[in-house]
């Protein structure tokens, strides 16, 4: 039920003051008192508590219970401290590890999170410097923590700040912890509670030594080193937008054995204002402009963007008239889970109990590659964190070999546990090395890889709405595709129907309904009987609301490439159009 205006007013002004009352700093009382002269600035800052979602606790940085500040860190610090002496209780101290990125106020952000833990008697390794998310995830494992916590906004505007939180596989938070973790939080009454100013003996600053295995793990995973020496030079452009790549990926590739990448110098400067971009998000093509740009001017073959904590890449390879075209993270996902299992099936690595992990509204291509060399495959709901817990059920039984999910995140190997942009990089410029090594472009590979299983062709439309009202249309919008669901879309009827809501999938003819395993998720699916696959969901870390299309087509000859793409393109628009997409 939705509180009437005048009544959310009044809780919120009550939130507010108890701030002005509060052990508060000043500055932080100064600017809730502007926010009081304000009402819908003050209701949005105060109308609810950040809370733990697809990416944790994430949010635009500013004074309120709804904004990222050190008491918001603060209190959701003291609540994981507090559940994390409850599950572990047997051990003679706790130990976290600590990362963070080039956003603002992440050192502040990561070190009150340090001398929190600190002051609850925890361990701490804290970074001593920006440090990419998921070596954040394998410092967990490697020092044997229990927990940890990255300070990110990932690719948000630069008005956001978050917190990942990690449990000790070094995987993402999932239920019940994440919400057993939010109820601690809401049974903190006052920032009096939280443990401040913990005593710095029990924090350790790591870096480049735990740099160095990580890297030295990735190397691991090389799988075409001889290709790689044939191909030293291929041209690579890379950028980290101003972000937590910029030492660790030009090290990698190195390590890996290429000697041609070229940098953007104006985005190797760490700044969480971003300044030569509107957005660091590598999946809009204007992130990566510049790189773009770079890679005209000297012939590159390949470019390479990462977001701003490193643990998504977005790619740019030449099509077949030689110019850049961005690949989206469906095709650059299905390119190097074609190739990992090529060369494991080449090198005699597959024994029967290796498996390929992706996500639901990631493309079914990676499913048929999989079925192809007999490798076993699992779906999981959106969210890295789902993966990471596959790794995790299976560890010891069954080896994961990679996969991903089609919003640029990618992984192989188990000793991370979390998307990898810094592993990714090394391992798409083998790709590109290895077809090289055959006469072909990582488009024309692609290509290749159509002809084998069918085109299939994806697009991601947002519905972006905002705050408080906005986040209750995006309620409604999903409300009524399930209480009335189409019948039909793009012309082709729609024959199942998955609500990971209600964890039920419907046959919409006859009405017959069965189970789904996987969690609850305010996520709709729509299978079609051309073999298109419709996802639509809310997203958890933004207001707006996403709808995941994918469509496919035999192609039979590389001549017809083109103009089977302009038919799947208008198999697009067709649904976007029956969807209500503008």
């Excluded at 009044?10 to 108890?18: G, R, T």
């Excluded at 809730?32 to 944790?56: C, D, H, P, S, W």
């Excluded at 996403?546 to 038919?567: A, H, I, R």
């Amino acid at each position: 039920m939705k509180m009437d205006n005048s009544k959310l007013a009044e809780a919120v002004k009550k939130q507010a003051q108890s701030w002005l009352d509060g052990n508060y700093d000043e500055t932080t009382k100064e600017e809730v008192r502007q926010l009081m002269g304000n009402e819908e600035a003050m209701i949005e800052a105060f109308y609810k508590y950040l809370e733990f979602g697809t990416g944790g606790l994430r949010g635009v940085m500013g004074a309120g219970t709804n904004r990222m500040n050190i008491y918001t860190v603060g209190m959701a610090t003291q609540g994981y401290s507090n559940y994390l002496k409850k599950c572990f209780a047997d051990k003679e101290q706790i130990k976290v590890a600590i990362a963070y990125d080039c956003r603002n106020n992440s050192p502040l952000f990561a070190r009150t999170a340090a001398e929190i833990f600190s002051g609850n008697g925890f361990h701490v390794y804290l970074f001593e410097s920006l440090r990419p998310t998921p070596e954040l995830s394998f410092a967990i494992r490697h020092y044997g923590c229990q927990g940890g916590i990255v300070i990110t906004a990932s690719h948000n505007p630069k008005e956001y700040n978050g917190l990942k939180a990690y449990w000790e596989d070094g995987g993402q938070i999932i239920a019940p912890h994440d919400h057993n973790i939010i109820e601690e939080v809401k049974k903190i009454s006052s920032i009096d509670e939280v443990q401040y100013n913990g005593p710095d003996k029990n924090i350790t600053l790591i870096g480049n030594e735990i740099d160095d295995i990580y890297l030295s793990k990735i190397y691991e995973l090389s799988l075409s080193p001889g290709a790689i020496r044939e191909n030293s030079e291929i041209k690579i452009v890379y950028t980290p937008i101003h972000g937590t790549g910029v030492e660790l990926v030009p090290k990698v590739l190195q390590k890996f054995g290429f000697t041609n990448v070229i940098n953007v110098p104006e985005q190797d400067v760490v700044d969480g204002n971003f300044p030569t971009v509107v957005s660091p998000n590598p999946e809009e093509s204007a992130a990566l402009k510049m790189a773009l740009e770079k890679a005209n001017q000297i012939d590159a073959e390949l470019v390479m963007a990462t977001d701003p904590d490193a643990d998504r890449v977005g790619i740019a390879v030449r099509n077949l008239s030689n110019e850049f075209i961005i690949l989206n993270g469906n095709q650059t996902g299905s390119l190097l889970v074609y190739y990992l299992l090529t060369r494991w099936a080449e090198l005699g690595l597959l024994k029967g109990k290796e498996y390929v992990c992706k996500t639901i509204v990631t493309s079914e291509l990676i499913a048929d590659i999989s079925n192809k060399f007999g490798v076993e495959y699992f779906d999981v709901l959106t969210g890295f964190k789902f993966i990471a817990d596959i790794i995790k059920q299976n560890e010891g039984d069954k080896k994961f070999i990679g996969g991903g999910e089609e919003s640029y995140g990618y992984l192989a190997g188990e000793f991370v546990r979390d998307k990898d942009a810094v592993m990714s990089c090394a391992l798409i410029a083998e790709t590109a090395a290895w077809a090289k090594s055959k006469g072909k472009s990582l488009y024309e590979l692609l290509i290749d890889i159509y002809l084998e299983f069918d085109y299939y062709k994806e697009a991601l439309e947002n519905v972006v709405r905002k705050g408080k009202s906005g986040a209750e249309e995006i309620q409604d919008m999903m409300n009524g595709f399930r209480n009335d669901p189409p019948k039909s879309l793009g012309n082709s009827e729609i024959t199942r129907i998955h609500d990971y809501l209600s964890q039920e999938s419907i046959d919409p003819q006859t009405g017959k309904k069965t189970s789904l395993s996987l969690p609850i998720s305010n996520v709709l699916q729509f299978f079609l009987k051309n073999g298109s696959k419709i996802s639509v969901r809310p997203s958890g870390t933004e207001p707006k609301i996403k709808f995941y299309m994918s469509v496919k087509e035999p192609l039979l000859k590389k001549e017809d490439f083109l103009q089977v793409g302009k038919e799947l393109d208008g198999k697009i628009l067709a649904i976007k159009k029956d969807l209500g997409i503008p």
